[in-house]
């Protein structure tokens, strides 16, 4: 029976984070006898999230983050380096996902590669597959990804911002980096019936048309923004977008984050106070699931998002995003699904430089969404493509 760790996953308490793993983790247990171990903060929250999927989950023996530390099983020092000893020893694969966990941004790179490191030392295949990575600001933490990502059997980037990266300031091979896209394309979303009760709960009339903004109360603490001029920036945009479109809107909360810091739930509720006027729906109900966002916002007429993996559930289910961002990510992402026809300051804008421009809101409220929506339709088989090959290439690591 092939066995697979699965790494770079945080907690599922974001529904991006849960996307990837319920993606990944659908299309490998398809092969027969083929069992994951998912390598979480939140092990019991991330089980019940990724039930039906055929997946373990485990608490990551290598990364052990204090923030999360009232809901992981405690044990000891001793005990945690065996048990880590012991997964290795089960293990056929240690496969790395996480998105953009390899970057300088967040400051958690060096401590995601210990698994991966330590398989390679053990001689156990190791992969990392739809990846953004970089930049690095600090020269220890490149070299300590270089140095993993020579010994990798298996390396792929979810955009050609990262691959160019990867092969001209990184200097790694060119053959050794495929481009393929983000595994969360290949989620399924929920049903019809699903989506059109979550919506009618949330307070929206049925069949009615209406527009996504996707907060992330995090996003601050990687811009020189304060929260108060976010708050203000995105308070104009929904008021903005009502006023130009006359649609509803839909507050679509995707981390649903026990550290209140990044807990897009409180934001979502700020905006909705401050417009007491415009038709706001918040869509925060605890039970709603990656998939169950997925369906939401791939019925919307717009989606403008600050979490990349919301405007991934959109773009992969054929609707126009456009992303606020912090990263190369939102850029790549944007740029390489919607292709050179699209110019990318149309999709993307660095969320600084969004709050910095009272011109931006009425830019995206004006957005071509057929155009947009046209484009979409001759690019999406190729990027669902790009994801489906990496399961492909998993597969074929497992049987070399």
């Known amino acids: 029976m092939p066995r697979i760790l699965l790494t770079g996953i945080t907690s599922c308490e974001s529904?991006?984070?849960?996307?990837?793993?319920?993606?990944?983790?659908?299309?490998?247990?398809?092969?027969?006898?083929?069992?994951?171990?998912?390598?979480?903060?939140?092990?019991?929250?991330?089980?019940?999230?990724?039930s039906g999927t055929g997946a373990d989950c485990a608490p990551d023996p290598w990364v052990v983050s204090r923030s999360w530390a009232t809901v992981r099983p405690v044990e000891t020092e001793q005990h945690r380096r065996a048990r880590a000893e012991r997964l290795l020893q089960h293990a056929d694969l240690v496969l790395a996902t996480g998105g953009d966990l390899h970057t300088s941004d967040y400051g958690v790179s060096t401590a995601y590669l210990a698994v991966l490191d330590r398989a390679q030392q053990l001689g156990i295949p190791t992969a990392m597959i739809g990846q953004s990575v970089g930049p690095f600001t600090n020269p220890a933490e490149q070299l300590a990804f270089t140095t993993t990502a020579t010994g990798l059997d298996l390396l792929t980037v979810r955009e050609s911002t990262s691959r160019t990266y990867l092969t001209e300031q990184l200097a790694l091979p060119a053959d050794r980096v495929a481009l393929s896209a983000d595994p969360a394309f290949l989620l399924q979303p929920s049903g019809s019936d699903r989506a059109q009760q979550l919506l009618a709960d949330?307070?929206?009339?049925?069949?009615?048309?209406?527009?996504?903004?996707?907060?992330?109360?995090?996003?601050?603490?990687?811009?020189?923004?304060?929260?108060?001029?976010?708050?203000?920036?995105?308070?104009?945009?929904?008021?903005?977008?009502?006023?130009?479109?006359?649609?509803?809107?839909?507050?679509?909360?995707?981390?649903?984050?026990?550290?209140?810091?990044?807990?897009?739930r409180i934001l979502a509720r700020q905006i909705a106070a401050r417009l007491p006027d415009v038709p706001v729906h918040v869509l925060d109900a605890a039970d709603t699931r990656a998939s169950d966002y997925k369906a939401v916002l791939g019925g919307a007429e717009l989606v403008i998002s600050e979490r990349l993996h919301a405007s991934?559930?959109?773009?992969?289910?054929?609707?126009?995003?456009?992303?606020?961002?912090?990263?190369?990510?939102?850029?790549?992402?944007?740029?390489?699904?919607?292709?050179?026809?699209?110019?990318a300051t149309d999709v993307h804008r660095d969320v600084?430089?969004?709050?910095?421009?009272?011109?931006?809101?009425?830019?995206?409220?004006?957005?071509?969404?057929?155009?947009?929506?046209?484009?979409?339709?001759?690019?999406?088989?190729?990027?669902?493509?790009?994801?489906?090959?990496?399961?492909?290439?998993?597969?074929?690591?497992?049987?070399?």
């Open 312 to 343: 991934i559930g959109a773009l992969s289910s054929g609707t126009p995003a456009v992303a606020i961002g912090h990263s190369p990510k939102f850029h790549g992402v944007l740029a390489d699904t919607y292709g050179p026809g699209v110019p």
């Open 352 to 400: 600084a430089a969004f709050v910095a421009d009272p011109s931006a809101v009425e830019q995206f409220a004006h957005l071509d969404t057929s155009r947009l929506r046209a484009h979409l339709a001759t690019r999406l088989s190729t990027v669902v493509a790009l994801a489906t090959e990496d399961i492909t290439r998993v597969r074929a690591l497992l049987n070399s």
């Open 15 to 50: 529904r991006g984070v849960e996307a990837l793993a319920r993606s990944l983790t659908t299309a490998l247990t398809k092969t027969p006898d083929t069992s994951v171990t998912v390598l979480t903060q939140t092990p019991a929250l991330d089980a019940e999230a990724l």
């Open 202 to 264: 949330a307070g929206l009339g049925a069949e009615q048309a209406y527009i996504c903004l996707v907060p992330s109360r995090g996003v601050t603490r990687y811009s020189t923004i304060t929260d108060t001029q976010h708050l203000d920036a995105l308070t104009s945009l929904a008021d903005t977008l009502w006023r130009v479109r006359r649609r509803p809107l839909v507050l679509v909360p995707h981390c649903h984050d026990s550290r209140e810091h990044n807990d897009d």
